[in-house]
């Protein structure tokens, strides 16, 4: 059964920084992407971030391009979120997931701020993390 929990939510100060990690487990291949999501207060899921294991590309949306980074420790199965500069507007339930779609398929159809109708994930969704941002 493949299962993605997130954890390393807070609350935190703007322009402060936090690291968010996704454990993976039953995820049998590296050719897999990888996903955060968050969800704000009254909003739809959306898409944050993307990767692959099996190579480097990674994407964004763009309301968080140039201050989260997203990365892969594939000898600990584990997906990170690094967030900087963060922005009140951050502030949400923080998700990750897993998909068999391609990351640029990923980016083209879920990082364009309009939702992720339509996504298949892996499993199920888990709890989440939540990160509060404070003016």
């Known amino acids: 059964e493949v299962q993605l929990q997130a954890s390393g939510g807070g609350l935190v100060q703007a322009g402060g920084s936090l690291r968010l990690s996704c454990a993976a487990s039953g995820v049998a291949s590296d050719d897999v992407t990888i996903a955060w999501f968050r969800r704000a207060p009254g909003k739809e899921r959306e898409g944050v971030a993307c990767?692959?294991?099996?190579?480097?590309?990674?994407y964004y949306a763009d309301s968080v391009k140039g201050r989260f980074t997203i990365s892969s420790d594939n000898a600990k199965n584990t997906v990170y979120l690094q967030m900087d500069s963060l922005k009140p507007e951050d502030t949400a339930v923080y998700y990750c997931?897993?998909?068999?779609?391609?990351?640029?398929?990923?980016?083209?159809?879920?990082?364009?701020?309009?939702?992720?109708?339509?996504?298949?994930?892996?499993?199920?969704w888990g709890q989440g993390t939540q990160v509060t941002v404070s003016s």
């Open positions: 990767i692959r294991k099996n190579d480097d590309n990674a």
């Open positions: 997931a897993s998909s068999l779609i391609s990351t640029s398929e990923f980016r083209d159809r879920y990082l364009r701020g309009a939702g992720i109708a339509g996504l298949r994930i892996l499993g199920s």
